[in-house]
């Protein structure tokens, strides 16, 4: 019987039972929204108890057809709690509670990725939306204002690189943090080369408990940089967008016209006891306004192309890029930068248990520049240059299309002259990324060996031509006829470089659990590093027809001759650097409620002396989840976590100290060091002791303390991040300062420093709808530092001057120095004006030895700068200089808003820095150089004012106003609206008619809408690392660009 | 299985971690780097090492400026008051310790030292402990102790009592342990050096501007001299007097181009264009001049030998005064420049030799802005094709550091001023260079005693004016603080050690500053 009923009864309730199921099949349909009401695209609908499923797509909307019997439909999408709802009332309108913080994202952390949840260090994240906004050229310019603990001080010079300080300045050796692109250590300045259209996301590292896995190169922070990877099963979509801009200066600078520089020159001329120079002003007019001449509009354009998919074994993502950046400086015949980039990321499951990565990178870079940053730069020359002169020539006697000066001999020139003599190239070509094999060896534990490299070929090409100037200029080097000067030459220069890195790891993660509840994620491993560089040049006079055509060493014919000897000239230099390091990270947590991190890394660099090869670092941080607490009750608080962290980083920028003997002839060295001799006509090279040993040589050793809260709140429309830190460097790399008797060889760089940086950064967000169809996404961010240099050396002694520029007299702006905020600007405090002869006779100091008054500036007159006397002696002199002001900002604000409504977005973002000072370093102050219209303000007699900026005009300046005072410090504080973007996506309904498109998107920028600021320059961001950073010596100014732009989606 | 993967993996990480330590050690030869200890193995090492004692010689040009400027011969001109401010605070007599053309004389002359002091540290045995023998070290040895002397003679002019070592070059742990020595002791370490010097020196260089064993001598009479050693002076000075120099009958010609290393050249600095140097970090430190810049006319056109330059070292009035008519010296001397565009109009045509700059006319050059005294020092004018790269820094001008005419001027006040004195040699040494100077014996001097010693010494201004001697001659024979306003007596004989020295290494600073 038994048998029988299996053999009949069940064939037949099977064919019951379907047959049933065909019968009473429903189909439901619904849109899936998130808890602010947008769509969520992607979500896994399935029938509660089968395998029956769909996702939904971009409107949030699905359609699935279920047995009749089923009753209740699983929701679930990656951020959000699952759901379950009923299937009665179709369409049903399903809402997802988003997490209280997302359980699934993760952060890249070195060697592996943690979630975002367990993370009990200090990150900044970055991610593709943000980035995208923006279009930036380099990818720092998404991380200004929208990563908090990070400073950037972006430049305007077509694809510059900016000065980034991640939490303050805790160095001197250098401040660049370290850059890591999927794994693979590179540096800031190879950032121009990767498209920021290819990121994922970028995640800033920045405390001892994330940076320390990176030991003695993370002192300064770590950039970690995600590129897009395909995924597992799903068909190509593939990306094309384009955006094309207009650039151009947003600001002049205010210059004397003709007329006005005419009146000033006389009048300093008399001043000095000299003649009238311009007898008739009335001749003089409006004259030129160079600035007018040199800037240019200039276009930018964008274009990028991606495909991400993959198949069950493998995973692609290929993408293109172009960027084309003209300058606004001379235009984009002289100034300019152009990228060309190609991405292929590739992952094959070549095994169950064997992966392999293969991320390759191409990227060709082309740029001309124009020079910059001088008082006779381009820039430099258009400000300083003389205002009478017409733009272009009229004196048929002389070669020459634009006008000169008879005034101004030397040193500034016509900038257009200078602009249209100005040929120069560099084409580069980059080829980076990694091969890497992933072997699973049992479950949860992941042996990992990747080699990574990064290979730059450059060369370069200038042109120096004969140039006219003027019949007067001393610096011709072209008669007015269009003849060679005697003895004068044209030339040619070349350079190839080529550098190369790689690294080599391997390194095994282990994740486990212990009871259930405790979890643990380890990773150990190994690491070896190498990079190295040549650079060949040489450089060739004689060029054919004075041409750039034939602007080339092979066409070149200058040869040799004794009384010639640099017609045919080649030089090389070559490094190399390596690292050898161990690492080790082990994270815990319990239920992710309570966490634990501990890193130790122990690194060697070739750099350092034989007594200290190796260095040890250790980091550990403690986390807390408050809101997984079972007693935490709050509706407010959605979500806590309390962090803390501990530990070391290092710094090694530094190379080998030995004692070495050089050879040869002049240095060009910093201490000029130079060799050689001539015997009557005969140059005769020598040699000499040209470094000292250092065999103490280490580390920099930074301690970072860091604590701080991740909270989201009033149903995760809120969220804040804050964090306090505290840095502190000893052993701080610097050259001591020693006795001059020592004499000229180069002295080794020494730990013997301090400095402590301590701070706050913060990001507050705000998401929420605010209507069904308009919602609202913003982002705060603030950072804060506050640097100290603690020590030099023993006795504060060992000083570094920067910021050197010149206005007559070769001048240093900033210091590095013990007791002052690092690269501080430094110089005379000013005190008014002497309105007469009896206020300079009344400024005086009594001696201690006569008990007498001395006068302290006997030699200056009525309108000259009274200068402070800050030490109270008898003396106004180099000892009265002081702090003046500070290039860095006090802190710094980014503040992002995104409205969407139906199918527009706007986002716009602003960008603060407060309290940075900016020192004017582009006047140039020669009797017959332009002036600034700072100058119609000056003094002009008692009374007249007793502003310190506007001392009298004169050309025997006996009082040197001109000296490096806060006379030429501006508040370089600023608001600048970096961009503002409005897009529009075309309706879904629209597109699926169209069955060619997922998505289309137009939108138009403008970046750099506009700057609040008081600094009276063009740009009061002025980048230059640690002591250049803050001297405006004519900086390439921010452009504001104009563009328009598409994104397309298939 | 299991264990072989063991075994593999125990030796894997062996290697790794022995190869760890040998991938971070370092070798400077590695980066193709020379280091002491493959250094001074051969002669070719020491006679190399020995050429870069010289090569501070060159970057000591200023030391002429400054004795110039600081003097009643010249003043510090330039664009405006605050141009080449270390040198208008000289002129002014305002100079302080942070003054850098003072500290760059230091920290070169200091570098001269070191340089021999570290040949002489490894003459018997290189750094390696090897001896290297070969023939002429001792007169090779000879050139350094002279330039050891060279340098310490220049700081003790300059600077009074300073650090005096010779044992070694210093290291970095010799930093801040010196302090200064009595001048007294550093005159006898330089007449030990000099005394050495001459020991071994040959007669004749044995390429133009080397060392030789008259120069030798020269220098150390004019070191007795600056002791008042004026008999030890006369003996010595006269083995040079007696030498194989002669005076040249024109004397502007000494200090053209084709004069270099002449008949009357005792010791000169060499200098030359052929090595175009363009730092402007080091602007003393090349193979060139860089003070012959420093005399030139700003924006000077036309077609003279003459090249533009700064202005910032021009004669005096006082000094062009000084000469009497006859005097040849006064042209080859004092450059008049607008009395030389009127006399030679045709080397300025289309130029008018009025000075006003503007439109109005074609100026032949940009009067000097700043104490402007219309002079220029012709001995180191600087000319068209003299100079080579950045033009400012590669004069090739020699600068005549010993003539002939100064060692007779010398020998002529030693003979004066010894213990029993000889004012007929006195006399005859002084009206050679008078002889000369006027190209008759109309001129000569017959004075004796006290009256001749202070026509010597005139007669060193007329003869040696722009050569770098002034300031240091009324300062040794104490007629600064008559000659010069501002100059303080007590304080002013020296100049301040170098700000640095005193915070840094803790020297004393000189009275009064």
């Known amino acids: 019987m038994k048998k029988n009923f299996k053999r009949i009864f ?208 993370g002192g300064n922070g770590v950039i970690v940089v995600t590129t897009y990877t395909g995924r597992k099963n799903q068909k190509t979509e593939i990306n094309v967008s384009g955006n094309y801009g207009i650039q151009q200066v947003a600001k002049k600078i205010g210059v004397l016209n003709a007329s006005e520089y005419g009146a000033i020159v006389n009048e300093g001329s008399v001043a000095a006891g000299g003649k009238v120079i311009f007898p008739d002003l009335s001749v003089l007019g409006a004259g030129t306004n160079w600035q007018d001449e040199i800037f240019d509009k200039a276009p930018i354009q964008n274009y990028n192309v991606s495909a991400r998919g993959g198949s069950d074994k493998m995973t692609y993502f290929v993408s293109g890029g172009y960027l084309d950046q003209d300058g606004i400086v001379g235009g984009g015949s002289k100034s300019n930068f152009k990228r060309t980039n190609a991405t292929a990321n590739l992952n094959f499951d070549l095994s169950s248990k064997l992966k392999l990565i293969l991320n390759t990178s191409y990227a060709n870079l082309k740029s001309q520049g124009v020079q910059e940053n001088s008082f006779n730069s381009i820039i430099g020359s258009a400000l300083n240059f003389d205002p009478t002169v017409p733009v272009y020539n009229s004196d048929t006697s002389v070669v020459g299309k634009y006008g000169y ?18 040929y120069n190239v560099s084409n580069g070509d980059k080829l980076y990324g990694k091969i890497e094999l992933q072997y699973k060896i049992i479950k949860d534990l992941t042996l990992t060996t990747r080699f990574g490299y990064t290979d730059w070929n450059q060369t370069g090409k200038s042109f120096t031509p004969l140039v006219f100037y003027g019949p007067l200029n001393v610096e011709n080097t072209m008669n007015a006829d269009g003849s060679t000067i005697s003895g004068k030459h044209n030339s040619v220069s070349e350079n190839k470089n080529t550098d190369a890195s790689f690294t080599s790891e391997t390194f095994a993660n282990y994740n486990f659990k212990i009871n259930r509840d405790h979890n643990f994620e380890t990773v150990v491993g190994i690491s070896f590093a190498k990079s190295r560089g040549d650079a060949i040049n040489a450089s060739r006079q004689d060029v054919p027809f004075n041409s750039w055509t034939f602007a080339d060493l092979t066409a070149a014919t200058g040869t040799n001759t004794t009384t010639n000897p640099s017609a045919y000239s080649a030089g090389n230099s070559q490094y190399f650097r390596k690292n050898a390091s161990y690492f080790g990270r082990v994270n815990y947590d319990y239920k992710s409620k309570y966490l634990a991190s501990f890193i130790a890394r122990r690194d060697g660099s070739y750099a350092f002396g034989p007594a200290n090869k190796f260095a040890d670092f250790y980091s550990g941080s403690l986390g807390w989840v408050a809101s997984n607490e079972d007693f935490f009750k709050s509706d407010f608080i959605n979500y806590l976590k309390v962090r803390g962290s501990y530990g070391t980083v290092g710094n090694e920028n530094v190379s080998p100290q030995y004692v070495s003997i050089s050879t040869g002839g002049p240095s060009y060295g910093g201490t000029a060091n130079s060799n050689g001799y001539t015997f009557g006509n005969t140059f005769v090279p020598g040699s000499t002791v040209a470094s000292y040993k250092n065999d103490g040589l280490a580390w920099e050793k930074q301690k970072q303390f860091n604590v701080g809260f991740d909270a989201t709140f009033f149903k995760n429309k809120f969220s804040l991040s804050a964090d306090y830190f505290d840095k502190r460097v000893s052993g701080l790399l610097f050259t001591p300062s020693v006795s001059l008797y020592l004499g000229t060889a180069a002295i080794p760089t020494a ?300 | ?59 000591l040009n200023q030391d002429v400026v400054v004795s110039d400027i600081a ?261 080859a001397t004092v450059l008049d420049i607008d009395k030389y565009i009127t006399d030679n109009p045709s080397l300025f045509t289309g130029f008018s030799p009025s000075t006003d700059p503007g439109f109005a006319n074609n100026p032949a050059y940009q009067v000097a802005p700043f104490k402007n005294t219309g002079l220029y020092d012709m001995k180191y004018q600087p000319r068209k094709g003299q100079t080579s790269g950045q033009v400012e820094l590669n004069y090739l001008n020699n600068y005549r550091t010993i003539r002939f005419a100064g060692v007779l001027l010398m020998a002529a006040e030693a003979n004066n001023r010894k213990s029993s004195p000889d004012d007929v040699k006195a006399k005859k040494y002084l009206n050679m260079v008078r002889e000369r100077a006027f190209g008759d014996n109309a001129h000569d001097i017959s004075a004796t005693g006290t009256a001749l010693t202070q026509a010597i010494w005139d007669e060193r201004r007329l003869e040696l004016a722009m050569e770098g001697d002034r300031f240091f001659d009324l300062v040794r024979t104490g007629q600064a603080a008559t000659k010069i306003s501002g100059f303080v007596k007590g304080k002013n004989e020296v100049f301040p050690i170098p700000q640095d020295e005193i915070t840094i290494s803790g020297l004393t600073q000189n009275p009064g500053y």
């Open chain 2, 71 to 331: 003097s009643d011969n010249a003043v510090a001109g330039g664009e405006n008051a605050s141009d080449v401010l270390n040198l208008q605070n000289i002129d002014d007599y305002r100079v302080t310790s942070d003054n850098g053309t003072l500290s760059d004389l230091w920290t070169s002359a200091y570098e001269g030292i070191n340089r021999a002091n570290y040949l002489t540290q490894y003459k018997d045995k290189n750094p390696s402990g090897e001896t290297i023998s070969f023939a002429g070290k001792d007169a090779l040895y000879g050139e350094v102790y002279f330039l050891r002397a060279y340098y310490y003679f220049d700081l003790v002019k300059l600077f009074g009592d300073v650090p005096l070592f010779t044992d070694k070059r210093l290291g970095i742990t010799d930093s801040r342990t010196l302090k200064r020595s009595p001048v007294a002791d550093v005159y006898k370490q330089i007449e030990l050096d000099l005394t050495n010097a001459i020991a071994v020196l040959p007669p004749t260089p044995s390429q133009p501007g080397r060392i030789t064993k008259y120069a030798a001598q020269a220098l150390l009479g004019k070191v007795y001299l600056y002791e008042n050693k004026f008999d030890d002076a006369a003996t010595m000075l006269e083995n040079v007097v007696n030498g194989p120099f002669s005076l040249v009958p024109d004397f502007a010609s000494i200090f053209l181009s084709s004069g270099e290393n002449g008949p009357e050249s005792v010791f000169e600095i060499q200098y030359s264009n052929l090595s175009p140097y363009y730092n402007w970090g080091g602007a003393t430190r090349g193979q060139g001049n860089y003070a012959v810049q420093q005399c030139g006319i700003r924006g000077i056109q036309g077609t003279s030998s003459f090249a533009a330059g700064w202005s910032t070292n021009l004669p005096t009035q006082d000094l062009a005064n000084a000469y009497s008519a006859g005097d040849q010296r006064k042209a």
């Open chain 1, 751 to 1050: 730990n013997i420093g301090s400095t402590k940086s301590s701070g706050v950064d913060m990001t507050f967000g705000y998401n929420d709808k605010i209507t069904r169809e308009l919602s609202i996404n913003s982002s705060l961010t603030f950072t804060t530092s506050t640097n100290l240099v603690t020590a030099t050396n023993s006795d504060g002694t060992a000083i570094i001057n920067g910021g050197s520029y010149f206005n007559g007299q070769s001048q240093n702006a900033t210091r590095f120095q013990k007791g002052f905020t690092p690269g501080y600007f430094y110089g005379y405090k000013t005190d008014g004006l002497f309105q007469t002869q009896a206020d300079v006779n009344n400024y005086t100091a009594i001696s201690p030895v006569t008990k007498l008054p001395v006068v302290l500036q006997p030699n200056a007159q009525p309108g000259d700068i009274r200068y402070a006397n800050t030490n109270g002696d008898t003396l106004l002199n180099a000892a009265d200089q002081t702090k003046i002001g500070d290039p860095f900002p006090k802190f710094t604000m980014g503040w992002n808003v995104g409205l969407n409504f139906k199918g527009f977005d706007l986002s716009v973002f602003t960008y603060a820095s407060i309290g940075n000072d900016v020192y004017r370093a582009y006047e140039r102050n020669a009797n017959y150089s332009n002036k600034f219209d700072g100058v119609l303000n000056r003094w002009t007699g008692a009374g007249s004012t007793n502003d310190a900026r506007d001392p009298r005009y004169t050309f025997a300046d006996v009082n040197s106003n001109i000296r490096v005072s806060d006379r030429y410090i501006e508040d370089g504080s600023f608001v600048k609206i970096k961009n503002i973007v409005l897009g529009y996506s075309l309706p879904q309904s629209l597109i699926k008619q169209s069955k060619a498109f997922n998505n289309v998107r137009v939108y138009a920028q403008v970046k750099n809408a506009y700057t609040f600021t008081k600094y009276s320059g063009f740009d009061p961001e002025v980048p230059g690392g640690i002591l250049n950073t803050g001297v405006d010596r004519g900086e390439y100014p921010q452009a504001r660009t104009y563009s328009v732009g598409i994104d397309l989606k298939f």
């Open chain 2, 1 to 59: 299985m299991k264990n072989s993967i063991k075994i593999i993996s125990l030796f894997f990480f062996i290697i790794v971690f022995s190869s760890c330590k040998k991938w971070v050690e370092y070798n400077p030869h590695d980066d193709y780097q020379i280091t002491d200890l493959d250094y001074l193995k051969s002669e070719s090492d020491y006679r190399t090492m020995e050429v870069s004692v010289y090569s501070p010689l060159q970057w």
């Open chain 1, 10 to 217: 069940l064939p037949l309730c099977i064919l019951l039972f379907s047959t049933t199921s065909w019968a009473q099949s429903k189909t439901v349909t619904g849109k899936i929204l998130n808890d602010r009401g947008e769509a969520v695209m992607d979500a896994s609908v399935i029938a509660k108890g089968t395998k029956i499923g769909t996702t939904s797509d971009h409107n949030g909307e699905f359609s699935l057809s279920v047995p009749a019997t089923v009753n209740k439909l699983v929701i679930t999408a990656i951020n959000y709690n699952d759901a379950e709802v009923a299937t009665s009332g179709s369409p049903l309108n399903v809402v997802l509670k988003t997490l209280a913080k997302d359980l699934t994202e993760v952060v890249v952390v070195g060697y592996g990725t943690q979630q975002v949840i367990k993370v009990s260090g200090a990150i900044s994240t970055v991610k593709a939306a943000e980035i995208k906004k923006l279009n930036p050229v380099r990818l720092e310019e998404a991380l200004q204002g929208n990563a908090s603990g990070v400073t950037v001080i972006d430049g305007g010079s077509p694809g510059s690189k900016p000065t980034v300080l991640i939490r303050g300045i805790p160095s001197f050796s250098g401040t660049d943090p370290i850059v890591v692109i999927d794994g693979i250590p590179q540096t800031l300045d190879d950032l121009n080369a990767i498209n920021p259209a290819d990121i994922q996301s970028i995640n800033v590292l920045k405390d001892a408990a994330t940076t320390a896995i990176y030991g003695v190169k």
């Open chain 1, 405 to 422: 000066s008879n005034l101004l001999l030397s040193e500034i020139f016509n900038p257009l002259t200078k602009l249209d003599n100005t």
